[in-house]
């Protein structure tokens, strides 16, 4: 009988509902994951959940919002009643629709409640999913617990400044999270993507903007929602058992490189010979 890298263990994904968070729900199922595909969008978990389900693997669609800590109690609740345990706890959810991301915009004009709006789903939400869930991991024997945050909570940029905030608040979560835990075996770590295009994301940027972000990612390739589903289920797997506290970026080294690399790279393309 062929092994997955997450056989039986229980498994909370949330905003699971599309692109990336559906994607490391699917992988950690097909990796025999009992996998909870949580979201605000019932619709979309269902339908992730059923996709899951349909291929072979065990998976529960629940509605939950990050914004309101009565809902995440229940959605805690649910799994506990369901499955008895939780190994695997992956905070992948984010308020990042685009009435949000547009209004996240210049510093001057910020509204208090465009960056208070982004720290409720992405920080204050990824800390209540940790507080209800991590008792139980407690007495489960241990756990793994896996942050998203972003490239940009690394560098400065001109745009979003609330979102970056928020993610780089959750770096220091992930932190203080491995640390008040590690001895209860609970490992909790951060994947940071880089652009990874959903269809909708896509459509709203112009080929310019693409070929711009294109040029300073280091490999030859524009990232997919599986490169970050790769890095989620080795950080969920007992192959990572000794990693914790880690801040990962698995952006295609977008994040890491001088600031001048891709002028260099035409010019070297450039010169004779
Ligand atoms: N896509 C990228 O290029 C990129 C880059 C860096 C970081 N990230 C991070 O990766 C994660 C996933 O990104 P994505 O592009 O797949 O996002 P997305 O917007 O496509 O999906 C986010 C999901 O979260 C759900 N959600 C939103 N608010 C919620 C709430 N209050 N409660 C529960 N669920 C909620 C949405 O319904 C949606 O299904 C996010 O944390 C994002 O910040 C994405």
């Known amino acids: 009988m062929k092994m997955g890298l997450v056989d039986n263990k229980v498994a909370i994904v949330t905003g699971a509902g599309a692109n990336i968070g559906e994607a ?24 992730v959940a059923n996709e899951i389900v349909g291929s072979g693997g065990t998976a529960l ?24 345990r939780i190994d695997i706890l992956h905070n992948n959810a984010a308020n990042t629709g685009a009435a949000q991301m547009t209004r996240d915009a210049a510093l001057t004009d910020m509204e208090a409640e465009v960056w208070d709006a982004a720290f409720d ?28 945050s972003s490239g940009v909570s690394l560098l400065g940029d001109i745009l979003n400044p609330a979102y970056s905030a928020s993610k780089a608040a959750v ?15 609970i490992r909790c770590n951060a994947i940071l993507p880089g652009l990874v295009l959903s269809p909708v994301a896509r ?18 390739r524009e990232s997919v929602a599986d490169d970050i589903a790769g890095a989620v289920l080795w950080l969920a797997s007992d192959l990572s058992g000794f990693v914790t506290g880690q801040i990962i970026s698995a952006d295609g080294g977008i994040c ?14 450039a010169a004779p010979g």
């Open 171 to 185: 770096n220091a979560l992930t932190r203080n999270t491995a640390a008040q835990f590690g001895r209860a075996n």
């Open 24 to 47: 490391c729900a699917k992988m950690l199922a097909a990796q025999g994951a009992k996998t909870i595909v949580a979201d605000i969008n019932l619709d979309g978990a269902e339908r």
């Open 121 to 148: 789903v992405n920080t204050r939400g990824t800390m209540l999913m940790t507080k209800h869930v991590a008792p139980h991991m407690i007495a489960g024997g241990g756990g793994s617990i896996i942050n998203t």
């Open 61 to 84: 669609a629940h509605a939950v919002d990050l914004g309101d800590e009565t809902s995440i109690a229940a959605l805690v609740s649910a799994v506990m009643e369901k499955f008895g």
């Open 256 to 269: 890491h490189h001088q600031p001048h690399y891709a002028d260099m790279m035409d010019m070297m393309a």
């Open 203 to 220: 459509a709203q940027m112009s080929e310019a903007q693409l070929d711009m972000i294109q040029r300073h990612v280091l490999l030859p």
